[in-house]
């Protein structure tokens, strides 16, 4: 389920947004007692980062950060190979993200929210864990979907409409409604792909109409091509 936002909140931002995304490299979750990844994906092309060699330098480094700053769960950024790691803390996970350069703050928000959702939804399992990747192997498609959800990655991938009703289709604005429409004749319709045939608007309007369909639930968003 996508959750409720506020669509003033990504006015001006949806275009900034957006280009952050292309930042993005790879996402490692880490669990803490033993440093190993519980998850990792990487976005475009094979990641050359090897996720059980940095996440124990990651691990450590984080550890030190929050012992001085003395939040657990704020969100930190660390240099690392040539990447900006964005990194955040909750319970028995961290996360981190991967990027070419600074992401933009709602991805960064993104990292933290994620964090958190590990911390509610596996911490019991991740207190007693055994290294068993059972569990997350089985949650897996639903961790790809929060983490698109939250980073804006379904920007790069996909989209579909529901059937709607008469009256909802007519109370959209006038560029939701071409959007909806094109997405209906088209298959595959992607970000990319509106922003290319509905040119009579800006980038940056496409994008916060895309924002505003899919916090209404009218877009249903994809996590894969």
């Not at 880490?30 to 059980?52: A, G, K, R, W």
């Amino acid at each position: 389920m996508v959750e409720e936002l506020s669509v003033t909140k990504w006015n001006g931002k949806a275009r900034e947004i957006f280009q952050s995304v292309f930042m993005v490299r790879k996402i490692i979750v880490v669990h803490h007692e033993t440093s190993l990844p519980v998850f990792e994906q990487d976005f475009y092309e094979n990641s050359s980062i090897d996720s059980s060699l940095v996440s124990s330098v990651l691990q450590a480094v984080s550890s030190i950060g929050r012992e001085i700053i003395g939040s657990p769960t704020s969100i930190k950024k660390i240099e690392f190979h040539g990447f900006v790691v964005t990194n955040a803390y909750s319970g028995n996970y961290t996360v981190y993200l991967f990027s070419e350069r600074n992401v933009h703050e709602s991805l960064a928000e993104g990292v933290q929210t994620i964090a958190k959702w590990f911390d509610i939804i596996f911490g019991y399992d991740g207190a007693q864990w055994d290294g068993s990747m059972d569990l997350f192997n089985e949650y897996k498609d639903s961790i790809r979907e929060k983490i698109c959800k939250e980073l804006f990655l379904w920007y790069l991938y996909p989209i579909s409409v529901p059937d709607l009703e008469p009256k909802k289709m007519k109370s959209l604005q006038p560029i939701e409604k071409e959007i909806v429409s094109y997405i209906n004749n088209n298959d595959n319709t992607t970000t990319m792909k509106l922003m290319d045939k509905l040119s009579i608007y800006t980038n940056g309007e496409l994008l916060e109409a895309l924002v505003k369909l899919v916090n209404s639930n009218i877009i249903l968003t994809n996590f894969c091509d």
